[in-house]
Each structure stands twice: as structure tokens, then as C-alpha cells.
């Protein structure tokens, strides 16, 4: 499994983004696919994920704020933010969890996310 992430930027607080993971190779294999950030000196933190079945989990600090979203016709999960605050600032990461007799995760490349005050 290989993930593209992209989408981040810089926007002003208040503002909106919207980052894109797009999945390829053995994608059937994908149980969760969720989206992860590592802010300036913390550590990385989940943010929201969303199973095969389409059901969906968000950290506290963005819910009500963000929603993620898949498109399996192109392999892709969405994480639509809008609301953006300062503190959202990160580096923005997708993973994908396989489960094949054990659990694999592979992470795509961050993509990173400014919030100017």
C-alpha cells in the first residue's frame, strides 16, 4: 500500500483546507485509513479515522470542526477542516491500517498545515 497526502498550506484562522490521501496498490486490504498530525515540540496525535465500513472517529480538539470523508471510486480520503485555529498547525499525515494475519501500518509523506493568527 503506498498513500499520497496533499493538500496542506497556509491559511488564516478561521479559514478552511482540505487534504487529500490518495491510496494505491492493495488497497482492498484496508481496514482504516486515518489522519494523524505532529505539531511544532508534540508528539504525532490522531486526529480522525474512518473504517472500511465508512464509520468515523475524531480526536476532541477537532470535533465539530473537521470531517473525513472517502471516495472509493479514486481511492482517496478527504479531511475536510474548517474552522482552522493557530494551534492546528502540523504536519499533517495519513496511514493505513491492513490487517493480514497481523497489522501492518504505512504512512504516506506529511503534508504541512499553517494556521496564521
Known amino acids: 500500500v503506498q498513500l499520497q497526502a496533499s493538500g496542506g498550506g497556509l491559511v488564516q484562522a478561521g479559514g478552511s483546507l482540505r487534504l487529500s490521501c490518495a491510496a494505491s496498490?492493495?488497497?482492498?486490504?484496508?481496514?482504516?485509513i486515518g489522519w494523524y498530525r505532529q505539531g511544532p515540540g508534540k508528539k504525532r496525535e490522531l486526529v480522525a479515522v474512518?473504517?472500511?465500513?465508512?464509520?468515523?472517529s475524531y480526536a476532541d480538539p477537532v470535533k465539530g470542526r473537521f470531517t473525513i470523508s472517502r471516495d472509493n471510486t479514486k481511492n482517496t480520503v478527504y479531511l475536510q477542516m474548517n474552522s482552522l485555529k493557530p494551534e492546528d498547525t502540523a504536519v499533517y499525515y495519513c496511514?493505513?491500517?491492513?490487517?493480514?494475519?497481523?497489522?501492518?501500518?504505512?504512512w504516506g509523506q506529511g503534508t504541512l498545515v499553517t494556521v496564521s493568527s
Open positions: 474512518i473504517n472500511s465500513g465508512g464509520s468515523t
Open positions: 496511514n493505513a491500517e491492513v490487517k493480514a494475519g497481523r497489522i501492518f501500518n504505512y
Open positions: 496498490g492493495s488497497t482492498s486490504s484496508i481496514n482504516t
